[in-house]
């Protein structure tokens, strides 16, 4: 998967370096390459915003160093769909992550200030999303969340080939709770379950904690969701 970021502080991406998204840049079973308008720029200080047109707080990313910017990276990168991060965007999750993950790169573009002139929206933006409903002063966090779970649903990337197919959501239901040693800790107990080796009555257990979390946390995942026939089996057991 290769990553292209247009951003004005590609520091931030330090982060990506780090865990999950590290090892998959390490192994090279992700690239990162950033992009920044700044570099873009021929004044002497090197001007990377301007005044919104009909006036108003706060300011716009410069069109010439963006645009300049994105250019190289299309041309870098061609084939990969230009990505602008917005409120408002599309909403991310799971699924578009699952999306994502079949591609062979993606160009995020992290918006600062009030946003990126509307017109290079039309022009050299494909898609646009959004992480959820409250607002950031940037698009990198949301860049790096995406970059974050669409890295670790690539083949070889997680330890335990399973482990992305048992994530939560990936189920549709909420993760069930965890534990791991001392099975006592300050007078409360793993459940006895979990220590039985009985793995037939473990994943029932498991099975039944994740939808009894999901019906008391999140109801409207459980909505969209019907009990498959292994699941069902399970629960009648
Ligand atoms: Cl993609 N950008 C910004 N600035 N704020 C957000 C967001 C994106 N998603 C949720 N809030």
């Not at 920044?36 to 009909?54: F, I, Q």
């Not at 408002?88 to 999306?99: C, H, L």
């Not at 070889?156 to 990936?170: C, K, P, R, T, W």
């Not at 019907?226 to 009648?236: G, K, P, T, V, W």
Request: include cysteine; glycine fraction near 10%.
């Amino acid at each position: 998967m290769r990553f292209d970021v247009v951003t004005l502080f590609p520091e931030m991406f330090e982060a990506a370096r780090l865990g999950v998204t590290g090892k998959a840049l390490d192994t090279g079973k992700a690239s990162l390459k950033l992009w920044n308008p700044r570099d873009y720029t021929d004044d002497t200080h090197r001007t990377v915003d301007d005044r919104p047109y009909g006036g108003g707080p706060g300011m716009v990313m410069m069109v010439e160093p963006l645009k300049a910017a994105l250019q190289e990276a299309k041309a870098a990168a061609p084939g990969s769909r230009v990505i602008y991060l917005t409120p408002q965007g599309q909403r991310f999750d799971q699924m578009a992550a699952r999306e994502m993950a079949a591609r062979d790169g993606m160009i995020l573009l992290a918006g600062r200030y009030e946003g990126i002139d509307e017109r290079l929206v039309d022009c050299c933006v494909d898609e646009e999303w959004s992480i959820g409903d409250y607002v950031l002063s940037g698009g990198e966090l949301a860049a790096m969340v995406i970059m974050d779970a669409v890295t670790r649903l690539l083949p070889g990337v997680l330890g335990h080939e399973d482990s992305a197919q048992q994530d939560s959501y990936m189920n549709g239901l909420l993760d069930f709770p965890q534990y791991t040693r001392p099975d006592a800790l300050e007078g409360r107990e793993v459940p006895d379950v979990l220590l039985s080796g009985n793995h037939a009555a473990i994943g029932k257990w498991r099975l039944k904690q994740a939808l009894g979390r999901t019906w008391l946390r999140r109801p409207d995942l459980l909505e969209q969701r019907e009990l498959s026939e292994e699941e069902q089996r399970l629960l009648e057991e």
